[in-house]
């Protein structure tokens, strides 16, 4: 899959990913192993990599591998179980032997404009079901497949919306940034400088949930736990917490949630949860605004 030119303002690697399975659907990658390439995926840093790579599952693929380059020995070196002295650079050169060769074959290609790109979130109950922030509820009427329009109804009514509605319109009671997917201090990062100075609507009940330890304490040695607990966001302890509805980190049936985690299907966050993935920076905006919001448009 090659995603070729320059990500427009508000545009993340969580945007790229579900532009992705948007396109392909999350049976798109059944059976194959998915190699991310072109210019956008050349310009992301390691970590936005490890964000598109970890979706992948959600395309159906059995991987998702991105060719190793001076980003990723950097990334590595010095890391507590990097190879050392003479092996590392035993390391490197095998790592700089695994890109596919110039002209490989493979069984499908698939490609993106970045321009085409816009700030993206889900609107049903799979990732695939994917419009940009600024488009409105699809309406099952003008789908012409009567399995795809069954299944699109189904969506909308789990989901309790209306077709014809405007995204930035739809209120949300929950905002969770977490995950595997988005968790990590570059992403922490990003949302600090959205939300520092600004506070959580008194709407919403917005929680953030570092990676793993490493994270949580980089991001407290940086001071951002602070900014975010100034903003009235929740900050917890590193985990899987409301990704998947873990212990009482769950939502109510019908409570609705602006969430960076992976998946979106029937009850993934509580039963009768209705989710919206999206990337930490289009959360952090809906925890402020107290709906979906355009990053692009917070001032």
Known sequence: ITVEGELGLGVTAKDVILAIIGKIGTAGGTGYVIEYAGSVIRN??????????????????????IAPDAKTFAYIKGR???PKDEHWEQAVGYWSSLP????????????????????????GTSPQDVLAITDVVPDPANIQDAEKKTAMQRAIDYMGLIPGTKFEDVSV????????????????????????????????????????????????LEGLDKIFIEAGFDWREAGCSM??????????????????????FEGRQGRGARTHLMSPVMAAAAAITGKLTDIRKLG
């Not at 995950?179 to 201090?185: D, H, L, Q, V």
């Not at 409570?255 to 992976?262: G, I, K, L, P």
Request: hydrophobic share 40%.
């Open 100 to 123: 596919s060769d110039a002209g490989a074959t493979y069984d499908e290609e698939v490609f993106l404009d970045a321009k085409d790109i816009a700030p993206l979130i889900t609107w």
């Open 173 to 220: 009671d929950h905002v969770f940034i977490g995950s595997c997917t988005n968790a990590r201090i570059e992403d922490l990062r990003e949302v600090a400088k959205v939300v520092e100075g600004k506070k959580v609507s008194s709407t919403v009940s917005a929680m953030i949930v570092p990676g793993s330890g490493l994270v949580k304490e980089q991001a407290e």
């Open 243 to 264: 990704c998947l509805g873990m212990n009482e980190d769950r939502l109510k049936p019908g409570e609705r949630c602006a969430s960076t985690s992976n998946r979106n």
């Open 44 to 65: 992301l840093t390691m970590e936005n990599r490890m964000t598109i790579c970890n979706m992948s599952i959600e395309a159906g693929a059995r991987a998702g591998i």
């Open 80 to 82: 507590p179980m990097a």
